[in-house]
């Protein structure tokens, strides 16, 4: 579908007199259900404003079956190009309320193609919920039927006839008691020349729905011609009764009230001066020509709905206005700054006063207004001058700094002159780079920094040392600002003393360069330290080897036990130094890596192997769920250090008859293995120790005397750094004390 834009000013010229006089509601809307325009009656009865009209859509306002009764109505004029026939809907007001209207359609085209309709409403929201309690109670109607003040008849649908069966009190005086005469009697033969009524009959009984009409009537027993308000409405299957209210006195005043309306708008429309009706919140309501043509605007462009604050140079200004018209009831030569359509800057001055409803209580204001910018602009250097002053310097907690585009200062406040402590007689109407105030250190940043800005680029804050009269050095942060000043670029520096910062930050420096040194000695002593003692450990680990192996069948018992005694420390040891070791190349960053291919399930069987004498003297359960074989590149010799940590953990950590199962297998892209084991298990707190250097674990306690406590806590951090230097990941699971845990090691296969 060709989509059409929508021409407000086109549909509201051809549409005008229903826009603006009728009293009815008048809306547009497109093909969608979006509003596209209201008149202001219709806004009002909404509860919304012509702001919100983008934003509002049919969808907002029915339910579900009043929505696909309005799609159906959208659906025949789409596919008809003709006027709808009445349909009533609920709507929901922007306050919650419902209401009722009675509503038909005129397609609105472009160039062949329907974009939108136009629709013609009237509120039946009071006719609706009469209806609505009338169905309430079979008394309550009838009272209401037979003892209301205005006519009333019932006719019943009998065999595709309507036939009147009743009437009212009120229908009987109004013609004379004749309306008895026709009890019986058929509408097609009582109303044969009247289509419209016998159409508005069957509409309302076959819709079933209520219609309102206004119709002119011809009296046959008085031969009068009037004008009668006619309400169908549906009550039963077979049951409509029609209401009929004589409004010809109200027609011929609003005939005249038309009449006035149309003398008092040209008058207005014929003022030289600016005309204007808005609502207390500044909503526009009604304007003349010359209002536009003061603001810059086309004649005939609408205002309506506009905020009056969009003519404002300082919206918030028109509160303190709205205070002294709510208290004097008028404003007298209110000088008012205002703005053009284009943004031009004019002043106007306003005479106002409040409009008042019957009851005198206020609803909007009324007022003329003439352009007076030629003599406002007389004063408006001065204004200019004390607004400056005003939002500059007045209780700034900064020092402010005003220059000119060639960096002479032309204004400080009296903050700056506290910091710097110069006079402004000694700084005013001098280049900043020639005073003595920026330290010398600095000077070349600031110039740089203040070509820079002046040419438009984007400055960041900088720190800049700040030299005061006696010498004093003083840190300072600075930021600038462009500004105008009667069409004149100025340049706004403000400082902010950061001195106490500054010392803390060098002290903060000075402190973690300190730290880093120390940090650096740790790291050389325990590399250091663990060299040493490696030598040394080697002797002692080969001499009680040679000793147990040239005179074991020789040495006595007691003396074979401190040579086993000696070898297990010198072990342990050892195992204590190769980890100090490998922590020292992980901090140095010279822990590599030598990956080859290997088969991981034959390491796993190998490392078992190597345990299981540990494994057979606690008569611990140990299974093996590993493929025959799984290649994978890795470097063996460190893996095999990962599994021999993990397996040790599980075995110290399991009690006697516990178990322990080792899984391999492949999970997407990923070789895992896991060790599952039946032990004591992993409390919260120690779950955030794991994989930490030193990060042990102590246990004590009844219950615990199988836990094997020795251990440095390294085993496991050096097994994440193994992992992580692999790609791979380790994790640990546990469901809480003696409730076992599960030790997983991811490693990438490719």
């Known amino acids: 579908m060709i989509e059409i834009e929508y021409n407000k000013e086109k549909v509201r010229e051809k549409y ?4 603006e006089h009728s009293l009815d509601l008048i809306y547009v809307n497109d093909m969608n259900g979006n509003f596209l325009d209201a ?109 209301g003040s205005i006519p009333a008849y019932i006719w019943q649908n009998v065999d595709g006839h309507f036939v009147l069966i009743d009437y009212n009190n009120a229908a009987a005086k109004i013609t004379q008691g004749s309306v008895e005469n026709f009890l019986g009697n058929k509408a097609s033969e009582m109303y044969k020349d009247r289509k419209d009524i016998l159409n508005d009959l069957n509409l309302c009984l076959n819709d079933k729905t209520h219609i309102k009409r206004e119709v002119n009537y011809r009296f046959q027993y008085t031969n009068e011609e009037k004008y009668l308000l006619v309400n169908y409405g549906y009550v039963h299957p077979d049951l409509i009764v029609v209401r009929t209210e004589d409004i010809t006195e109200r027609k011929k005043a609003e005939e005249q009230l038309k ?16 005309f204007y009706q808005v609502t207390l919140d500044g909503t526009m309501l009604n304007h003349n020509p010359a209002h536009n043509k003061i603001l810059d605007y ?12 969009d003519f404002w140079q300082f919206p918030e200004d028109r509160e303190q206005y709205l205070e002294q018209i709510l208290r004097d009831n008028y404003a007298t030569n209110y000088i008012c700054p205002s703005l053009t359509k284009n943004g031009k800057k004019v002043v106007v001055q306003l005479n106002s006063h409040l409009m008042l409803d019957k009851q005198g209580n206020p609803h909007g204001i009324e007022g003329t207004f003439i ?92 720190d800049v040392q700040i030299q005061n009269k006696d010498g004093t050095i003083i840190w300072t942060n600075l930021q600038a600002a462009l500004m105008k000043i009667n069409d004149e670029t100025f340049v706004q520096a403000l400082f902010t003393d950061i001195t106490t910062k500054k010392e803390a930050e060098f002290l903060i420096t000075e402190e973690v360069k300190k730290l880093k040194e120390l940090d650096k000695l740790r790291k050389n002593l325990i590399s250091r330290v663990s060299h040493e003692l490696k030598t040394p450990l080697v002797s002692v680990s080969g001499g009680c080897e040679l000793l147990m192996t040239v005179y074991g069948d020789k040495l006595k018992k007691e003396e074979l036990e401190i040579i086993e005694l000696i070898e297990k420390g010198g072990r342990r040891l050892k195992h204590l130094v190769d980890n100090l070791i490998d922590i020292s190349r992980i901090e140095y960053e010279k822990f590599k890596l030598v990956k080859e291919k290997n088969d991981l399930s034959e390491i796993i069987r190998e490392i078992s192997n190597e345990l299981m004498y540990s494994i057979k003297e606690r008569n611990i359960n140990l299974n093996l769920v590993l493929p025959k074989s799984f290649l994978i590149e890795l470097d063996k010799v460190r893996i095999e250090q990962v599994i021999m940590n993990l397996l040790s953990n599980a075995i110290k950590n399991t009690p006697p008859n516990g178990d322990i199962e080792v899984n391999l297998e492949k999970k997407e892209n990923m070789a895992e293995f896991s060790i599952k084991d039946t032990g004591i298990g992993i409390s919260q707190e120690e779950m955030d120790m794991l994989f930490t250097r030193f990060g042990k674990l102590e246990r004590y306690g009844e219950g615990y005397e199988y836990i094997d406590i020795q251990g440095t806590g390294l085993g496991l951090y050096i097994s994440k750094e193994i992992v992580d230097s692999h790609k791979g990941e380790i994790r640990a699971e546990s469901a809480g004390r003696n409730k076992g845990s599960i030790f997983i090691v991811k490693l990438p296969i490719s």
């Open 39 to 147: 008149s202001d009656l219709t806004l009002i009865t909404l509860g919304i404003e012509r702001k919100d009209i983008p934003n509002i859509s049919f969808i907002d306002l029915l339910d579900r079956d009043n929505l696909i009764k309005a799609y159906k109505v959208t659906k025949e004029i789409r596919k008809t190009g003709k006027q709808s026939a009445q349909s009533e809907y609920k709507l929901k007001t922007k306050m919650g309320e419902h209401i009722y209207i009675q509503t038909y359609g005129i397609p609105l085209k472009e160039k062949g193609e329907i974009y939108g309709v136009l629709g013609v409403a009237k509120n039946i929201t009071d006719r609706k919920k009469a209806e609505e309690k009338l169905k309430e109670s079979a008394d309550m109607f009838k009272a209401l039927f037979k003892e």
């Open 298 to 309: 086309d004649l005939s462009e609408s205002l309506v709905g506009k905020k009056v604050t």
């Open 259 to 274: 009449e006035s309306e149309l003398k008092y708008r040209n008058m207005i429309n014929n003022l030289d001066v600016g």
């Open 371 to 462: 352009d007076i910018t030629e003599r406002y602009n007389l004063e408006e250097k001065l204004r200019e001058s004390e607004r400056k002053y005003r939002n500059l310097y007045d209780n700034t907690p900064f020092s402010v700094v005003l220059t000119d585009t060639q960096g002479v200062v032309v204004d400080m406040n009296p903050k700056a002159e506290i910091m710097f402590g110069y006079t402004p007689e000694e700084i005013l109407g001098r280049k900043f780079m020639d005073l003595s105030v920026i330290h010398p250190d600095h000077l070349s940043t600031i110039l740089e920094v203040f070509k820079k800005f002046i040419k438009g680029e984007r400055i960041h804050r900088i």
């Open 16 to 19: 005008k007199e229903l826009f």
